[in-house]
């Protein structure tokens, strides 16, 4: 019997120590006890109280109590399509990726004056052509044309700067 509990202990795809499996146990048993009496879910804070433990600790053993899953795991399909847990987290990196950089362009574009910001938010964020953004602004075309120039040769020395 011990032989059989040994191996279905150490036989997992992630090892866990057998103090942190005990522990998983015991809050997985003091949940269900607590559920049982008040009708809801204990508070982490609730359980720490009961068990005497550190909060820190009981994430941890309650995170080591989850189910591995495969990265390759179909987590919707419709059709013959599928979509994978790793396609889900690409999107999720490119959108943190995206985040990152949207809040990089807005550092960057505060260092401009008004009539710069007004320039490049019109250019590039608006799709306006220069001749457009000429008119609402009064000046030339060609005006509009040098300025976006060194506006945008100032973005790149900030950028450059901010790298370094």
Not at 10 to 36: F, M, P, T, W
Not at 68 to 97: M, P, R, T
Not at 107 to 132: D, G, P, S, V, W
Request: charged content about 35%.
């Amino acid at each position: 019997m011990g032989e059989i509990k040994r191996f279905l202990r150490d036989d997992g795809i992630v090892k866990v120590s057998r103090s942190l499996k005990e522990a998983s146990y015991k809050i997985k048993r003091e949940k269900e006890h607590y559920q049982k009496l008040y009708n809801r879910e204990p508070t982490l804070k609730e359980i720490a109280v009961t068990l005497d433990m550190d909060e820190s600790d009981i994430l941890m053993a309650m995170e080591s109590g989850q189910e591995v899953c495969s990265l390759h795991q179909v987590i919707y399909q419709s059709e013959g399509d599928e979509i994978h847990l790793e396609d889900k987290l690409e999107q999720q990196a490119d959108l943190i990726e995206q985040t990152v950089d949207n809040i990089y362009v807005q550092e960057l574009l505060k260092k401009l004056n008004e009539q710069e910001r007004q320039i490049i938010h019109m250019r590039y964020f608006q799709n306006q052509t220069q001749a457009a953004i000429a008119k609402k602004i009064g000046i030339s075309q060609v005006q509009v044309s040098r300025m976006e120039k060194k506006i945008l040769n100032k973005l790149r020395k900030n950028a450059n700067t901010k790298e370094n």
